[in-house]
């Protein structure tokens, strides 16, 4: 069975960078699929906010793609997240998923990390 | 402002039916597959309906989708009180060349 589990810190100082990593178990990455990150901040819906595949292909969400950075490591079967310039804007519930395709639907979801920018 | 228009709340009675649509474009709905996923108070999205119309392994029949030109509508029969959730429409963008979401709708079932 897929799984995947967000890591990283809880609390991260405005204008810092925040960093969270996806371990994904039960699928390698490197069979394929894309991966994915969505945010959902209090009291607001869900936002999508980048996909990769295995062979670093990508793509972004155009309000956040200057401050996105994204990486995937086969070795570890991971893939990573780095926000730069952050905000309490940016203070949300990450989510971690599965991309069937670069145009289809996430299948699989991990539980989620609550990210709170705060000084 | 979200690319794709959900009605922000929907509400019925156990047992009843309930619709929730999802309104986009030619460069969303109107040319990809929809998505839609539920999500409970405090936990993840889950995958309710994808390809317009499929459900994936362990979803009740009671949840439906549909896809008519640029809107897509999600059905949910026999309500339960499980059901209370926050429930959003996905989609590819080709304009944006990103994925997309409603803005959600949350479902009380009275």
């Known amino acids: 069975q897929v799984q995947l589990q967000e890591s990283g810190p809880g609390l991260v100082k405005p204008s810092e960078t925040l960093s969270l990593t996806c371990a994904v178990s039960g699928y390698s990455i490197r069979s394929g699929y894309y991966w994915g990150w969505i945010r959902r901040p209090p009291g607001k819906g869900l936002e999508w906010i980048s996909i990769i595949s295995h062979d670093v292909k990508t793509y972004f969400n155009p309000s956040l793609k200057s401050r996105v950075t994204t990486s995937v490591d086969t070795s570890k079967n991971q893939f990573s997240l780095r926000l730069s310039s952050v905000t309490a804007a940016d203070t949300a519930t990450y989510y971690c998923?599965?991309?069937?395709?670069?145009?289809?639907?996430?299948?699989?979801w991990g539980p989620g990390i609550l990210v709170t920018v705060s000084s | 402002q979200s690319v794709l228009t959900q009605p922000p709340s929907v509400s019925a009675a156990p047992g009843q039916k309930v619709t929730i649509s999802c309104s986009g474009s030619s460069s969303n709905i109107g040319n990809k597959y929809v998505s839609w996923y539920q999500q409970l108070p405090g936990t993840a999205p889950k995958l309710l309906i994808y390809?317009?119309?499929k459900r994936p392994s362990g979803i009740p029949d009671r949840f439906s989708g549909s896809k008519s030109g640029t809107s897509a509508t999600l059905g949910i029969t026999g309500l339960q009180t499980g059901d209370e959730a926050d429930y959003y429409c996905e989609t590819w963008d080709s304009r944006l060349s990103a994925a997309v979401f409603g803005g959600g709708t949350r479902l009380t079932v009275l």
């Open positions: 998923a599965r991309h069937v395709g670069v145009y289809d639907h996430l299948d699989y």
């Open positions: 390809e317009n119309n």
